[in-house]
């Protein structure tokens, strides 16, 4: 038996790459270059410390209730299934 794997391709189905003959455009590096330099001045334009979110980060260490139990459980659970007693030092437990 011998099997011709080309025999069913119509010629609608052949990829026809054609080259436009045209080079990359010099231009397209400096398009990353403003790109970049951009950024880095939006970087230096932020803020060290955004005010808002200095207080929000206190206000929830001053709060009594935060984490919730039910978040402490949970995370405890995750790390408790993720222990493994082989890789801890010579402990009895």
């Not at 231009?27 to 270059?33: C, H, M, N, R």
């Not at 009594?64 to 459980?73: A, S």
């Amino acid at each position: 038996m011998r099997v011709n794997p080309n025999s069913g391709l119509s010629s609608v189905t052949k990829s026809s790459t054609k080259s436009t003959g045209q080079s990359p455009s010099l231009g397209q590096d400096k398009l990353t270059l403003d790109s970049a330099n951009a950024l880095n001045a939006a970087l230096q334009q932020t803020p060290d410390v955004r005010p808002d979110k200095l207080a929000q980060a206190q206000n929830l260490i001053n709060d009594p209730k935060f984490p919730p139990d039910e978040i402490i459980r949970a995370i405890s659970r995750l790390l408790a299934s993720h222990i493994n007693v082989q890789d801890t030092p010579d402990t009895k437990i």
